[in-house]
């Protein structure tokens, strides 16, 4: 047999053993869109084409599985859900499922090439293998137009004239990076943040996480279950007790220290962004205390001493005043502007209202 050219384009393949099932009733906090599915998948009113948004690790690839998985099913449920058992569950489920694929960019790369675009225009041709359902998945989707728009250009006659036993499900954060004609052919579905609480119970299931680990790893989540698990609940109590360190003597140092403090941050963006982010939420917890929310509520919740101390020595107006200072900077730096400039004021507005008197 020939050797394929060098410029040949690879044919999509199903994507590798996922750990874990991929079935409807293990997605969590999604109940809509999984309802809604189902019931269109139910009725025979699937449309061809999916657009899911929201925010990493919130279920969306999870569910585009579950609904091939439904789809191609020898033996669902009453509610359309798969049975899991079946051969096309078992090679789903092994990543070896002929008629689920996944695009995506190639490892260390940003962009989805048009020639697996157009090689996927080619496979999808011919009818499902298997005899079902072809279902595939790009994600993220942004990766289409991540230099120019020749390959979401290409997918769109593949949207337009959709082939009979094909659905597409492209996965993006949201709408704006991607082109306004593949917005128009996709059936949208809205994916939320998982509420904190549900975080915390798979924490403590599958990471055996103590809750108050377990409540400090959900707060930075942003609802994102799969950043969740990503996070190493160790070392976030590492910089949380750095960045509570940093808070105090800001509060109580001289200027020269803040510029200090402001240099050294800036060498690692990482270590900014962590502070900004705890920062935020020691000050979040200070105010909910102040308000008597119940414990449960508080990201700290291994703290409850320490934030009643802290809840004594200052004000509301000036935990206020911190949080949106702190919000502030986030911003500027998102904008781009110069990150040690933006710590040296956050700074020296952070030892301002830690030392209320001070006239300087």
């Known amino acids: 047999m020939a050797a394929p050219k060098k410029d040949q384009a690879t044919t999509p393949t199903p994507p590798p053993p996922e750990s874990g099932l991929r079935y409807f009733r293990d997605i969590l906090g999604q ?63 092994g990543g070896t499922h002929p008629d689920f694929l996944v695009i995506s960019p190639e490892e260390g790369k940003n962009q989805i090439k048009i020639e697996v675009i157009r090689e996927l225009r080619r496979v999808t ?3 499902p293998l298997g005899g079902g359902w072809r279902v595939v998945l790009i994600k993220p989707a942004e ?14 006659k593949t949207l337009e004239e959709p082939p009979p036993q094909h659905l597409l499900v492209l996965i993006a954060r949201g709408e704006a990076d991607l082109l306004p004609t593949i917005v128009s052919r996709c059936h949208k579905l809205a994916f939320a943040p998982l509420p904190s609480a549900l ?20 707060a930075l989540s942003g609802g994102s279950l799969g950043r969740a698990l990503a996070l190493d609940p160790d070392e976030l109590l590492r910089q949380r007790d750095q960045v509570l360190g940093d808070l105090a003597r800001l509060n109580r140092g001289s200027t020269g220290l803040v510029l200090e403090w402001a240099q050294r941050l800036t060498k690692n963006r990482a270590d900014l962004d962590n502070f900004l982010l705890l920062a935020q939420l020691w000050y979040r917890d200070l105010l909910l205390a102040h308000f008597q929310a119940p414990a449960g509520l508080l ?3 291994d703290l409850l001493t320490t934030l009643e101390q802290a809840r004594a020595s200052a004000a509301p107006a000036t935990w206020f005043a ?9 911003r500027h730096l998102q904008a781009n502007l110069n990150p040690e400039l933006t710590l040296d004021i956050l700074g020296l507005r952070l030892q301002r209202q830690g030392n209320p008197h001070d006239s300087r």
């Open 125 to 127: 041709e011919y009818p």
């Open 299 to 301: 990201a700290h919740q």
């Open 322 to 330: 911190n949080f949106a200072a702190l919000g502030k900077a986030q």
């Open 31 to 93: 109940d809509w869109v999984v309802s809604h599915l189902k019931t269109a998948m139910l009725a025979g009113r699937l449309s061809h084409a999916y657009l899911f948004l929201g925010p990493g690790g919130v279920g969306k690839a999870t569910t585009a599985r579950a609904l091939a998985a439904a789809l191609n099913c020898a033996q669902p449920g009453a509610d359309g859900d798969a049975c899991g058992t079946c051969p096309s569950c078992r090679r789903l489920h």
């Open 143 to 156: 990766a289409l137009t991540a230099q120019n728009d020749a390959a979401a250009n290409a997918l769109l």
């Open 199 to 218: 975080i915390i119970q798979e924490l403590e299931s599958r990471r055996s996480l103590p809750r108050s680990q377990a409540a400090l790893v959900a």
